[in-house]
């Protein structure tokens, strides 16, 4: 690990960004602009939970309940899961450009069908095919781990997946807002809007940036088999997976919370909900800052440690009769902060494990993330209830940040055992053993 002053610190964070910004746009033989990248990783996560305040009234619309239309969150996060399986060995194998440009369009076309949709089971159905969006936050990451080494990897990424962790923050403040005044159709419109316009940014300005591969696919099978064996890759996914969990726990019980526990308004909780967004800009901003000072994994360690510190200060207030829509929701400032301290190093660790392979590890990752927060977004939204108020929640956040940070000490260890015994490897060699001699 290179140790560098606050100075020097400093002026890396500044030309790192520099160098994002200073790409020309809309030149597909240049590095793809920043803002190309940051939104190919937004767009799926905004698409995750945007409606979120207008379930009630699509509860009404198509004459169901409101647990039903709730299913539309845990399918498109299922979804996300199965496709970012296979999109990462794909683009490995023909490349990023055609899958983004072709998962985008899949995108655009569900978006502008669900306006229509007859009935609830079809618009369930069209949300299955909306998620093919995550594809584009798996390979954005991996277009950044093609165009730079592993040292810039994690102070890059944490630019381009500020967008993946604010966008679902920031979105169902502009879904309330949309629902009370154009109703919830409108949000679907946006969502297609939006998707036009990133399907003609990124045709312009994403060249291929994958390194060509000329293995057969028996090879490749070989070389995903290696993939899965690494334990550095398995730490580091699954560090990404728990502490990204506690806010897919609040995802997927903040709802709740906040309007049948503190009786916000779909507006009000819209406003409340993107509270982790000014954490996370905080922590993105410290990743990118010291993450080649400090290393990924004490930025790792510590991003857990802020995830955990958010639920745990909520716990205190909730268990001495304090509980409240601010003290709830203002805490999760720490829980965003954490999240934009952990992700971008986390994920900058598994794609180093096999850089040959970054598509794939990028796939596999993204998957178990959004996979196991799908499934803890469920459990949330089934252990809360009026009568069990926020605190069951918080403690499920809780267990999921510090099993984060369990992970993280067995990678510091197996990592500090593989240097005693590289170091001594290299003390004993028969070369010094003759010297010495």
């Given amino acids: ?12 964070h500044i030309q790192t960004y520099e160098n994002f910004r200073a790409s020309p746009i809309l030149d597909q033989s240049t590095q793809p602009h920043i803002t190309t990248l940051i939104a190919l990783a937004s767009i799926s996560a905004l698409a995750m939970n945007i409606f979120l305040p207008s379930l009630p009234s699509m509860a009404a619309y198509y004459n169901t309940t409101p647990s039903i239309m709730s299913l539309s969150v845990a399918i498109y996060l299922g979804a996300s899961a199965l496709l970012q399986l296979f999109s990462g060995p794909i683009s490995d194998r023909i490349g990023r450009r055609p899958v983004i440009l072709i998962s985008l369009i899949l995108f655009i076309i569900a978006s502008l069908a669900t306006i229509w949709a007859p009935n609830a089971e079809t618009f369930l159905a069209l949300r299955f095919v909306q998620a093919f969006a995550a594809t584009t936050m798996v390979l954005s990451r991996a277009v950044v781990r093609d165009t730079v080494g592993k040292d810039a990897a994690a102070s890059k990424i944490a630019y ?32 297609a809007g939006l998707g036009i316009c990133i399907f003609i940014l990124t045709w312009f300005d994403l060249g291929e940036t994958a390194p060509k591969n000329k293995t057969s696919f028996s090879q490749q099978v070989i070389e995903y088999k290696q ?8 730490g580091y996914c699954l560090a990404s997976a728990l502490g990204s969990g506690s806010f897919f726990i609040y995802l997927g019980g903040g709802p709740f919370v906040g309007t049948e526990i503190f009786g916000l308004t779909p507006e009000q909780l819209g406003l409340y909900f993107g509270a982790p967004a000014m954490g996370y800009f905080a922590g993105n901003y410290m990743s990118g800052r010291w993450s080649q000072k400090f290393g990924i994994d004490a930025m790792v360690f510590s991003g857990l440690g802020f995830t955990g510190l958010g639920s745990a ?3 205190i207030v909730s268990y ?18 954490g999240n934009g301290m952990t992700i971008p190093n986390a994920t900058a660790g598994m794609l ?24 803890l977004s469920a459990l949330a939204g089934a252990m809360v209830s009026i009568d069990s108020g926020e605190i069951p929640l918080l403690w499920l956040m809780e267990c999921s940040a510090v099993s984060g940070i369990l992970i993280m000490l067995l990678v510091r260890a197996r990592q500090r055992k593989l240097a005693r015994k590289t170091l001594d490897a290299s003390r004993f060699s028969p070369v010094r053993r003759h010297n010495f001699k």
Avoid at 172 to 183: H, Q
């Fill in 1 to 12: 690990m290179v140790k560098l002053s606050w100075t020097k610190a400093f002026k890396l």
């Fill in 320 to 337: 001495v009769g304090y509980g409240s829509s601010l003290s709830f929701f203002g805490f999760m400032c720490f829980v965003g902060f």
């Fill in 352 to 375: 180093s494990a096999r850089p040959n392979l970054a598509g794939t590890a990028s796939g596999i990752g993204s998957a178990i993330m959004i996979g196991g927060g799908a499934a």
């Fill in 160 to 191: 381009v997946t500020m967008g993946m962790a604010v966008a679902p923050m920031i979105g169902p403040g502009i879904g309330g807002y949309l629902d009370k005044y154009f109703g919830w159709q409108a949000i679907f419109v946006l969502l």
């Fill in 313 to 315: 200060l909520s716990l």
């Fill in 227 to 234: 993939l899965l064996k690494s334990q550095r890759f398995w």
